[in-house]
């Protein structure tokens, strides 16, 4: 018996089939057990990534976003917030596909340089290395993973907690895709938009430079016109205003200008440039008329700082 055990080819063959069986089977028990390890090796990374972020959010974001990220009124929105994380409200309004990770992560890393369609005086930076911005690649992911932890308490708010304000670019997908709005009378929704608008009051320098009326139009005395510029210069805006179209004051003229531009096209322009057709929908009654009184006071006050 004991001959035939290790003479046997069969018996060796045997025994070499079960110690790779009793093989395998140890290391897949390593491999099983090395599972729940690296789990918590993960959560413990997380957390001290998490702990990065606070760290960096503090130095960096809080004076546009708040403390604990509530957002701050004129600079920045509101990010611990239900609106913000629950699947039917900003991804949507935006209308992102990814993951909300992504979308923080690539508004981090990219910023958004444009404010065309901002409410915000001031842009979101750009924070990413690989768009130029002053943060490695690990960084923006530590700032990320932060901004993720507020999940559970941003979905814990009830809609008076939640500190979201409107964005602007929100308020013009309501006027075409809000279906309670589609199906208020024509005056409830000029009315509905109007105060959505007013919470946002923008004053006229921030007007004149956010929707670029610069990039046509001259304050100063000593432009001449269109050298460069492509609309009429506004020096003497004031002198000329009240008699260009017989019947109109000068308010009622710079307004029709502003709101209806094809009213009236100023000579020598028809060809040259033309002045944008939708301040009317861009800007509230309230910022239009600021506007106007502001184009035509020379003494204007202009801060250098906005
Ligand atoms: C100068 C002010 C400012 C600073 C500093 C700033 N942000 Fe922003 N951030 C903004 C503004 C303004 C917006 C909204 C831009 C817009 O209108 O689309 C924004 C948008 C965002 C958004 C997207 C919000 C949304 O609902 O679409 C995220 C995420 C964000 N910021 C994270 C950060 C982080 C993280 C930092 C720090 C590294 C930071 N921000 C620093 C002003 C700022
Ligand atoms: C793309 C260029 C462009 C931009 C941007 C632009 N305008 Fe104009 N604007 C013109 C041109 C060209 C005219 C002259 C033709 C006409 O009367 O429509 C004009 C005419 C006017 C007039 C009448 C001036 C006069 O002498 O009779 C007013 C007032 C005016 N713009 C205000 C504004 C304001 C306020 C903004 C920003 C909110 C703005 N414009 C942005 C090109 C522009």
Request: hydrophobic fraction near 40%; charge should be negative; include cysteine.
């Amino acid at each position: 018996m004991h001959r035939l055990y290790t003479r046997s080819p069969i018996a060796k063959i045997m025994w070499g089939i079960v110690s790779s069986l009793v093989g395998i089977i140890v290391l897949l028990m390593v491999l099983v057990s090395e599972n729940p390890r690296m789990e918590a090796q993960t959560i413990n990374w997380e957390g001290r990534s998490i702990e990065n972020g606070a760290k960096l959010f503090a130095d960096n974001c809080l004076i546009c976003h708040g403390p604990n990220g509530q957002g701050i009124l004129g600079k920045g929105p509101a990010l611990n917030s239900y609106y913000f994380f629950t699947e039917t409200g900003r991804l949507k309004d935006v209308d992102w596909t990814g993951t909300l990770e992504d979308y923080v992560k690539l508004t981090i890393a990219a910023g958004r340089p444009s404010k065309v369609e901002s409410q915000y005086p001031e842009v979101m930076p750009t924070w990413g290395g690989q768009f130029g911005g002053p943060m490695r690649g690990d960084q923006v992911v530590d700032l990320t993973l932060y901004v993720m932890n507020w999940e559970e308490s941003a979905l814990a708010q009830t809609p008076d907690e939640d500190p979201f304000q409107p964005f602007e670019d929100v308020i013009r997908l309501v006027e075409f895709q809000n279906t309670a709005f589609i199906l208020m009378s024509e005056e409830e929704q000029a009315a509905a938009l109007e105060e959505y608008r007013s919470r946002f009051f923008r004053s006229p320098q921030t007007i004149w430079e956010s929707e670029a009326c610069f990039a046509c139009h001259n304050l100063e005395v000593n432009q001449v016109d269109y050298a460069g510029q492509n609309g009429p210069n506004f020096a003497d805006l004031h002198e000329r205003a009240g008699s260009r179209v017989a019947d109109m004051t000068a308010e009622e003229y710079v307004y029709e200008s502003i709101v209806s531009p094809r009213a009236f096209i100023v000579e020598t322009y028809e060809e040259v440039g033309q002045m944008p057709q939708n301040f009317a929908e861009k800007l509230s009654e309230d910022e239009i008329q600021a506007l106007v009184a502001w184009l035509l006071n020379p003494d204007r006050e202009i801060t250098e700082e906005e």
